[in-house]
């Protein structure tokens, strides 16, 4: 009972204690925000033009501003949105507005101030989406890919083994890539001379030697669709496989040099995006 008593008195005390505290790291951190706010312009601009240096950013006054845009959030989505539907530049404008545009001959620079308007985005305050007649243009980073196509539908077809588990581990080597299609990792492999490639989660190629003992048969469907291509399957989840023959065999001589597969700058984003929170 007395401890209850206790218990009641120093209950307002701490509240009080908490208030206190509350108040006074109000009052200290406060100014440091106002000031961090206040400050945070030529901050911003500082590190909006460090991006213009490296030709990643500009504020743009586009002739032709009858744009299609949809709502994205902030700049490192839309710069993302706009890589994988796989344009050149991303527009940001009035806070949230997000197009993606190839041309680059349509819009006259105009002064960073002109992109002042804080994105929408709650968590992103910092960042500035476009301005309210002006647009932040973003290069997104993308490098167009080359074509693969030296396998149709129907060599594909003939190709294919069938969808399967793997068994034992594998040795070989791999493409990973956003842009992965069927036939991208048939030619891969074959160019470095593998009997076999295998593809799952959509993004993944493997190209191995030899497919006898290390594959079981499975229930499951392959059937995430390609990274690079949604029309089209890539493989099962995990460890589940499309497993495909490349027709390489011993004696087929040295491969040409494939420019394709030694640049490889297509193959992912370069996360322009995620450096762009500021
Ligand atoms: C693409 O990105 C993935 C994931 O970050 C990485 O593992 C892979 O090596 C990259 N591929 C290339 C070709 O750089």
């Known amino acids: 009972m007395a401890d209850k008593k206790y218990k009641i008195v120093e209950k307002p005390e701490v509240n009080r204690l908490t208030i206190w505290l509350i108040v006074v790291v109000f009052l200290c951190c406060n100014g440091v925000v106002l000031a961090e706010e206040a400050g945070s312009t030529s901050n911003q601009l500082s590190r909006v033009e460090r991006e213009a240096d490296k030709g990643h950013f500009a504020c743009v006054d586009l002739e032709d501003d009858d744009i299609k845009s949809k709502k994205r959030t902030s700049v490192g989505p839309c710069i993302d949105f706009c890589w994988k539907i796989r344009k050149y530049w991303a527009l940001l404008r009035k806070g949230d507005q997000c197009s993606c545009i190839n041309k680059n001959d349509q819009y006259k620079e105009v002064d960073t101030s002109k992109?002042?308007?804080?994105?929408?985005?709650?968590?992103?305050?910092?960042?500035?989406?476009?301005?309210?007649?002006?647009?932040?243009?973003?290069?997104?980073?993308?490098?167009?890919?080359?074509?693969?196509?030296?396998?149709?539908?129907?060599?594909?077809?003939?190709?294919?083994?069938?969808?399967?588990?793997q068994k034992k581990a594998l040795t070989g080597i791999e493409l990973q890539t956003e842009r992965l299609e069927q036939s991208m990792c048939i030619e891969f492999c074959l160019y470095k001379q593998f009997k076999y490639a295998i593809i799952s989660n959509g993004d993944l190629c493997k190209c191995i030697?030899?497919?006898?003992?290390?594959?079981?048969?499975?229930k499951a469907k392959?059937?995430?669709?390609?990274?690079?291509?949604?029309?089209?399957?890539?493989?099962?989840?995990?460890?589940?496989?499309?497993?495909?023959?490349?027709?390489?065999?011993?004696?087929?001589?040295e491969m040409e040099y494939d420019k394709r597969f030694e640049d490889l700058s297509w193959a992912n984003s370069t996360k322009l995006g995620k450096t762009m929170m500021f």
């Open 115 to 165: 992109c002042n308007k804080r994105c929408v985005a709650k968590n992103k305050w910092r960042q500035n989406c476009g301005g309210k007649n002006h647009f932040s243009k973003y290069s997104t980073g993308y490098v167009k890919e080359p074509d693969f196509d030296a396998f149709d539908k129907f060599q594909l077809k003939n190709l294919r083994q069938g969808c399967f588990k």
């Open 209 to 218: 030697s030899n497919g006898n003992g290390y594959f079981a048969p499975t």
């Open 222 to 253: 392959c059937s995430v669709p390609c990274s690079g291509n949604k029309k089209f399957k890539c493989g099962g989840t995990g460890k589940t496989f499309h497993v495909y023959k490349t027709g390489y065999h011993s004696g087929a001589g």
